[in-house]
């Protein structure tokens, strides 16, 4: 069984609300949730983070036959009438679907394995896909998601504007478990996407640390932040 305490609830709050918890802690979840105050919190919180990104994955059209390719993966249709089988059918695939509810929840997570799904053509690639939101640390407000379908080159995608004093800078750092400092990633122009390949760093693992902070005009003097940190969030496998 799940425990939830609160050395791992803020973690279990993020699988929730994307989906990626087993079944079974699904159930523990939402049945601690109802007299947990700080679990529906933070739940609410990931939901607030993550739900203004389904925005980013444009709809697809699906084609011919998948709902019932899906529902067909599920289980097994047991023989019906003919007049019973669309409206039997149909209810057997909403109540399948306790995992796809969860995904929805999860925003980006929902509409980019969708995406994937529904794009005639395309299947999920074997690598672990990664997806970082940045959040202001205050307000938890999203302005910056991070993208790598291959752990090795990030994509870093404005959500919105961030206004730069003069003669200020945006720098990007990021920090894996067992690394001794944060690494710069560069200057980041606000409002326009990065590309930055992780060459000479190791492959990015769920859970490293990225940030956005505040720096003088040419970037850090020294090799770690010095100015307030605007921006911060872990990587989860998507």
Do not use: C
């Not at 159930?27 to 949730?33: D, I, K, T, Y």
């Not at 919190?41 to 939901?47: E, H, L, M, N, S």
């Not at 560069?186 to 390949?197: A, D, F, N």
């Not at 850090?220 to 872990?234: A, K, Q, V, Y």
Request: proline residues 11%; hydrophobic residues 45%.
């Amino acid at each position: 069984m799940t425990r939830i305490d609160d050395d791992n609830l803020h973690d279990l709050a993020g699988e929730y609300v994307l989906g990626t918890l087993p079944a079974s802690g699904r159930r523990a979840v939402e049945h601690a949730m109802p007299d947990n105050t700080a679990l529906r919190a933070a739940v609410d919180g990931w939901q607030q983070r993550l739900l203004p990104l389904a925005a980013l994955a444009p709809p697809v059209e699906p084609g011919p036959g998948l709902w019932q390719r899906i529902e067909t993966s599920l289980a097994p249709a047991p023989v019906r009438t003919a007049a019973a089988q669309p409206a039997a059918a149909a209810a057997q695939w909403w109540n399948s679907l306790n995992l796809w509810r969860g995904l929805a929840a999860g925003g980006m997570a929902a509409a980019a394995i969708m995406a994937v799904i529904l794009t005639p053509g395309l299947s999920p690639a074997p690598e672990q896909k990664l997806m970082v939101v940045l959040a202001a640390p205050q307000s938890m407000k999203p302005g910056w998601v991070i993208e790598s379908s291959d752990g090795r080159n990030l994509r870093l995608v404005p959500l919105g504007d961030v206004a730069v004093p003069q003669q200020k800078s945006l720098q990007f750092w990021t920090k894996a478990d067992g690394w001794k400092g944060p690494v710069s990633l560069g200057l980041v122009k606000p409002g326009q996407p990065l590309e930055v390949s992780l060459d000479k760093l190791p492959k990015m693992e769920a859970n490293q640390l990225f940030e956005i902070t505040l720096e003088p005009e040419k970037g850090s003097p020294i090799d770690r932040p010095t100015g307030p940190i605007l921006f911060i969030g872990r990587a989860v496998v998507i």
